[in-house]
C-alpha cells in the first residue's frame, strides 16, 4: 500500500522528518481533514487541536496550535506555530500558566502583550483539551 | 634606546590585553553553541516554507488582477506591478560591537554601495545592529529614511524581534509602495567563514528555490486570498528569524577568529619584546663590564 511522508516542523525544531505513515487527520481551520496517500494538493490553514497519524496500525496524537500544511504528492508538510506530543502534556502546568496569564491580564497596569496573553491561554486549553480525549 | 623597564611595561600590557583577547574568545566560544543550534533548529521552517511557496507560484502568477491598474495585496507581495521604482528598501544586518575582524565593514561597505546606486531614489532603511545604525546615521543623506531600528538585540535573538522586524517592513511596502526591498546581512559558513548575503527581500523572489517541477492548481482551504493575508507575513517572518539567527552566528564566529588572531599576534609580540628585553639588558651588563675592567684597568697603569 501506498505511504504518506510526514513532516513536522515548528519554528524552534523539526519534530517529525520524513516518516512514512498511513494516514493523517489534520485541525484544519473548518474541521477535522483526513488526508490519506493520493490526496490532491491542497494548502490548509491549521486551527488549534489534535493532529494524529497512523502508521502501521499504531497512532500517534499531538496537540497542533495554528500554522499551516501542504499537501503535495502523498508529502504532508505541517508547519505548526507550537506542537507537543499529547503524553507529554502537563495539564498541572498547563492550568497553572492559564491562572498566570489571566491574573497578570486582570492586571491593568503589567507590562504585557494582551493578544499575545491571549493566545498564549488558548494554546493552553487547546492543549488540555487534546489531552484530555487523549486519555 | 628603550630603557629595560620601558620593555618591561610594555611586555606586561600586552600581556595583560591579551588576556583579555582570550576572554573574549572563550565567551564567543561558549555563546556560539547555543546559537548555532537555534540556527539550526530555525532552518528547516523556513526553507520548507519557502519551497511551500514555491511550489504555489504558478497558481499564484495566475491569480487575477482588478482591471483598473490597481494591485491586490498578494500581487503587491509576488508580482508588484504598481509599486514606485524611485523608492526603494534596504535592511541592513550588522553587529552591536567591533572587535569582529571584518564583519561589519563587509556589511556597510555593500550597504554604501547599494546607496549609492540607488542615490536618486528615496530609500527607507531598516538598521539591525548598532554599527549598522550609527553609520547610517552619520551619513546624511537627504534621501535615506531611517525608519525602523533594532539594536542590542545580538546575542539574545528571538522570534519577537524577527516579528518586529517583519511588521515594520511589510507595513512600510505597502504604506510608502516601495519598488522593492534589499537585504544585507553576513550568512554563517562554518566556525571560520562567514559569507556576505546580498539578496532581494521583496517583492518575492521565487529564484531562491531550486526546483525541477512545476505545480499548479491547489485546493486552498480557506479561501487562497485569506491564507496568503496570513501565510506571507509568516513565510517573511520566519525567513527573517533565520537570517537574524544566522546573523548572530556568524558573527560571534568573527569574534572569535578575530580574538584569535588577536590574540596570537599578542603572543607573538610578547616574544618578540622577550628577545629585545634580553638583548638589552645583555648590552648593559657587557657595558657594565667593560666599565669595570676599565676602570681596574687604569688603576693598575
Known amino acids: 500500500m501506498k505511504k504518506l511522508t510526514l513532516n513536522l516542523i515548528t519554528p524552534e525544531k523539526q519534530l517529525i522528518k520524513e516518516m512514512p505513515v498511513d494516514m493523517v487527520i489534520l485541525p484544519a481551520l473548518l474541521g477535522e481533514m483526513g488526508i490519506l496517500p493520493g490526496h490532491v494538493k491542497t494548502i490548509v490553514q491549521l486551527g488549534m487541536g489534535s493532529l494524529r497519524y497512523k502508521a502501521d496500525g499504531k497512532e500517534e496524537e499531538f496537540a497542533a496550535l495554528g500554522g499551516f500544511v501542504e499537501v503535495l504528492n502523498d508529502v504532508v508538510n505541517v508547519f505548526a506555530e507550537s506542537a507537543a506530543l499529547a503524553g507529554e502534556i502537563d495539564e498541572e502546568k498547563e492550568k497553572q500558566r492559564i491562572k498566570a496569564l489571566k491574573e497578570s491580564l486582570s492586571n491593568k497596569d503589567a507590562d504585557i502583550d494582551f493578544e499575545l496573553a491571549e493566545l498564549e491561554i488558548k494554546q493552553a486549553i487547546a492543549r488540555m483539551k487534546v489531552k484530555k480525549k487523549h486519555l | ?301
Not at chain 2, 539567527?245 to 580574538?259: D, F, K, R, V
Open chain 2, 1 to 301: 634606546m628603550e630603557s629595560l623597564r620601558d620593555i618591561r611595561q610594555n611586555i606586561k600590557a600586552i600581556k595583560s590585553t591579551q588576556q583579555i583577547m582570550q576572554t573574549m574568545k572563550m565567551i564567543s566560544n561558549a555563546r556560539i553553541k547555543k546559537a548555532q543550534e537555534a540556527m539550526v533548529a530555525a532552518r528547516p521552517f523556513a526553507q520548507k516554507m519557502l519551497e511551500m511557496v514555491d511550489d504555489l507560484k504558478q497558481d499564484i502568477l495566475a491569480l487575477p488582477q482588478p482591471d483598473d491598474g490597481s494591485e491586490t495585496w498578494a500581487g503587491r507581495i509576488f508580482v508588484n506591478r504598481t509599486g514606485d521604482a524611485n523608492k526603494v528598501g534596504l535592511i541592513v544586518i550588522t553587529g552591536d560591537k567591533g572587535l569582529t575582524g571584518s564583519f561589519n565593514a563587509v556589511v556597510l561597505r555593500s550597504a554604501l554601495a547599494f546607496l549609492r546606486e540607488n542615490k536618486d531614489k528615496k530609500i527607507f532603511v531598516f538598521a539591525i545592529g548598532k554599527k549598522g545604525r550609527d553609520f547610517l546615521n552619520r551619513l546624511k543623506m537627504p534621501n535615506l529614511h531611517l525608519v525602523y531600528e533594532s539594536v542590542g538585540i545580538f546575542p539574545k535573538v528571538s522570534y519577537v524581534h524577527a516579528d518586529l522586524l517583519g511588521d515594520a517592513v511589510l507595513k512600510t511596502f505597502m504604506q510608502e509602495k516601495l519598488g522593492s526591498v534589499a537585504l544585507i546581512y553576513n550568512d554563517f559558513k562554518s566556525l571560520a567563514s562567514q559569507t556576505l548575503r546580498q539578496t532581494q527581500w521583496l517583492p518575492f523572489d521565487f529564484d531562491q528555490v531550486q526546483k525541477e517541477k512545476e505545480e499548479s492548481d491547489f485546493e486552498f482551504e480557506p479561501g487562497m486570498l485569506e491564507i496568503f493575508k496570513i501565510l506571507v507575513p509568516r513565510l517573511m517572518k520566519a525567513n527573517l528569524y533565520r537570517v537574524l539567527l544566522e546573523s548572530q552566528a556568524a558573527n560571534l564566529a568573527a569574534t572569535m577568529n578575530a580574538m584569535d588572531a588577536a590574540s596570537k599576534n599578542a603572543g607573538e609580540l610578547v616574544t618578540a619584546l622577550g628577545v629585545k628585553l634580553n638583548k638589552v639588558r645583555q648590552a648593559g651588563i657587557t657595558n657594565e663590564i667593560l666599565d669595570i675592567v676599565n676602570g681596574a684597568e687604569a688603576l693598575n697603569n
